[in-house]
């Protein structure tokens, strides 16, 4: 004797009716092969938000478990990158014929890349917390990057600050002398008594998203990556030699940065790049100075684009 099951999804209409923007599960873990530009498929440990829309306000509910499986294949079988995401939205609306229109799907992962020392040519990984969002709303298709990037931070002020600390303890040490030797002037210098004051410096995060362009048909995370962090100059080093560690101080001395500054250098680039339709970014200074952090953000200004 077979038993039928209740179908509640199919078999009963909504209590109080009423059409829904977003139906689906959040935080699916799933390991997902991922193919980005210019690098090697790769394994990355996602969670994993599927969303349709219903349409139908007696419907009681979507089929949260055809999403799931269509993403599961896509985790079993097969690799994410531009072409089966959009396969994999195709499938949200098609498994749900008469129910959604708009499909939604975000992927959220660590990527990994090999990073390079500044002098002493050791390497060693670097890990950029990644969000991939598709968008099918009636047909029209959003594709969305959106990376994190750790970078360091001098503040300009307090550098100002610190030099002129260093100029005063400068004249108060030579003050009598008639005439300044070099060598005697060059070894205070090497000295805690020379450099008197350091400006302080903080570890800071770049949050930059991206809407693909029509043209990209590769997801290009390194290329963002790499944007973000030749235009900061600053980033977070994986190996570190000596050598290593006096190019970054130098670095940071040249590339001395409010909030505002790494804002502006970013949206530089940004605007330069027409890869991307639209941008969004927020500059995170975690301060050493104060408890709370410095914050700045922008976009590149689309109308009915992203909102600060
Ligand atoms: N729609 C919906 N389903 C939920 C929810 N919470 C749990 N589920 C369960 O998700 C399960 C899978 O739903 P369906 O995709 O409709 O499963 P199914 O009827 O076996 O699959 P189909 O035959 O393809 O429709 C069901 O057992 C639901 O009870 C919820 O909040 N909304």
Redesign the pocket.
Known sequence: MSTTMP????HTTAQTEGTLDW?GMSNIEMPIMLASKDESERMVSAHVDAFVNLKDPQAK??????LYLLIDELSNNGVLNYQTLVTLLDGFISSHHDLSDNAKVQFKFDYHLRRKSLISGKQGWKAYPVTLTGRLNKGELTIELSVDVRYSSTCPCSAALARQLIQRAFKDTFLNEQSVDLNDVHEWLGTTDGIIATPHSQRSVAEVKVKLGANIKDLPITDIVNAIEDALQTPVQAAVKREDEQEFARLNGQNLMFCEDAARRLQHIMLANSDYDDFWLKINHLESLHAHDAVSITTKGVVGGYQP
């Open positions: 179908d509640i999804a199919n139906v509910g979507i089929h949260m478990s055809r």
